[in-house]
């Protein structure tokens, strides 16, 4: 009897199991492809050699990968940056924003907005302020490094001089390259006893860098070097030595950073020390760590770009000027 029972109360269990629907399939996750992605690249502006190169690195290798583009020029004006960012995270088409910001801070509400949004965001050329757990990794150069590399090139340059004095022409105030490369060059500089006695800013500019050093030199002509923390403002400094009879890269060592044909023409020139390099030639990088991020990967805080220092009495500097692509 107790066998009977039991055994139809297995095969009621069966039945009913049998019966029962099935539980729902888990859908296979997406796998991201490079013609998967719409990107939203936030440039800053158009204020030089360096930053075209970037431009057109976005540009050319996002038509190589196939992924769709959506380019923001902003104009060098933070508000028209932080709206275009807005823009982006509205767009249902955008999946990656990518953010190289004119400044360090002003990016915390944006930043929380694309997160609730489910937008993946890449900081690129320069850093924010704080923020970590709103993108996904750093990709760009070490300023304060490019900096230090700056401040021991200017010390070999000055080694035996009587003074030390040197001015510096400083990028856009609160831009992360402006500071660190700052703070860098100080860093080293000061060790050998170098004197930074003239620090302003001319906003990345030819006209602006010229135009500060002519009224600097207005004042005095007691400087032994200058340090451009870019190729243009290093440039401008050169025309302002020149129309003041001094000779640029003798008289008064000059030094920056970049290393775009500009700045190698210069040095062929010999107008110009040194340059310090800065890739742009980022968007490769960002590409690829767009689309691991898009497919789970956990990237790594910050993501480096290798950098070269190049001199004006380089032996070979013909050689690899020619075989520069920016």
Known sequence: MFKKLAFLIVLVSLVLAACAPAAPATPEKKVWTYKDMTVGVLQTGSEGGWRAANTKSFKETATQLGLNLKF???QNDLAKQVAGFQQFVQDPEVDVIVLQAL???GWEQVMKDAKAAGKTVIVSDRRIDGLEGYFATYIGADFVEEGR????EMCKM?????????WELVGNVGSSAAIDRGVGFRETA????ITVTK???????????KQVTEAWLRETKDVQGIFGQNDEMAFGAIEALKEAGLTPAVDVK???????????QAMLDGTLNVTVECNPLLAPQVYEAALAALNGETLPAWIP?????????????KEIAAGRSY
């Open 158 to 166: 000055l080694e035996g001089s009587a003074s030390k004095n040197v």
């Open 305 to 317: 770009s290798q950098e070269s220092v190049f001199f004006m009495d380089d032996p070979n500097l």
């Open 149 to 152: 590399k700056a401040g021991t």
């Open 254 to 264: 000059l030094l920056s950073v970049d290393a775009t044909g500009g700045a190698f």
């Open 199 to 209: 620090s302003q800013t001319a906003n990345w500019s030819v006209v602006e860098g």
């Open 103 to 105: 400044e360090v801070t």
């Open 190 to 193: 000061e060790k050998c006893g």
């Open 72 to 74: 923001y020029d902003s």
